[in-house]
């Protein structure tokens, strides 16, 4: 699969590429963004050599020549690190832990009133406290199958409509969740969400083929309660340092506390 990782990414990403910002003629061009033998120019690579990387053909690469495509793709630094985890694989792999400590448990309890949940890195969600469950969303009630954020975006048709903003939200997720699938060495565990995502949202298929990649962090997202008002919150996300490949993501409303 990360191979068609590789092919994808870079087409899309190449795609994306204004020619004329090299001097390139947009005129007679068969397809979007800058042809292989452009980037092979402007990266100082051979077309061929290219060509072989773009297919997902296991060449020998320097991190320099990666870098200087990277540069001539106009990746963030995001997407540099994504691509290259691609390419020469994670030196420091996220595990996915299965075991959750009370005293995390304790502490999501703790944040009340304040929504906060623990989730791993291919999002599954393994707990929650009463205001998650009240406010954002009731994970008991759903099947232990789709307690997965990226699977409650694009599959949960009540929560989608809940949701201000949500095309942008759900790239925004879905661009998070690729990033974490590269950097871990578990990848059966975000495989088994993608084939399903696949299977069961036209939304999904059609955002996955965008290559988007970001990291989670800290954000905004406005929520629509179960009496129509609109909450914005802004989240954060806590790595939990001894249980490898979770985090905490805890939910302040706009306005609460001081900046």
């Known amino acids: ?104 448990m304790a502490m999501v309890d703790a944040l009340e009133p304040h929504p906060a949940f623990v989730r791993r890195a291919n999002m599954d969600i393994v707990y929650w406290n009463q205001a998650a469950r009240s406010l ?9 199958e789709d307690r997965n954020t990226l699977k409650l975006m694009f599959l949960n048709d009540d929560y989608r409509q809940r949701i201000h903003g949500w095309e942008q939200a759900a790239r925004h997720t879905l661009s998070a969740f690729r990033a974490s699938y590269v950097a871990s060495n578990q990848a059966q565990a975000f495989e088994s969400v993608i084939t399903d995502l696949l299977a069961r949202s036209s939304d999904f298929r059609t ?20 009496e129509g008002r609109a909450q914005t919150y802004t989240y954060t996300s806590l790595l939990i340092e001894q249980t490898p490949g979770m985090h905490v993501i805890f939910y302040l409303p706009d306005g609460t506390g001081t900046r």
Request: charged share 20%.
């Open 1 to 104: 699969m990360r191979n068609q990782d590789v092919k994808n990414f870079l087409t899309t990403h190449r795609a994306r590429v204004d020619p004329q910002r090299y001097g390139f003629s947009t005129l007679n061009r068969r397809v979007k963004g800058l042809r292989r033998e452009e980037v092979a120019q402007l990266a100082a690579v051979s077309v061929s050599w290219y060509t072989w990387l773009e297919q997902g053909r296991d060449i020998s690469i320097s991190l320099a020549a990666l870098q200087r495509i990277g540069r001539v793709l106009q990746l963030s630094v995001t997407e540099q690190e994504y691509l290259e985890a691609l390419i020469f694989g994670n030196a420091h792999p996220q595990l996915l832990s299965q075991a959750l400590p009370a005293e995390v």
């Open 136 to 144: 954002i969303v009731d994970w008991s009630l759903l099947p232990a």
């Open 207 to 226: 955002m996955w083929n965008y290559q988007d990649v970001s990291k989670m962090g800290t954000g905004n997202k406005t929520i629509i309660d179960v």
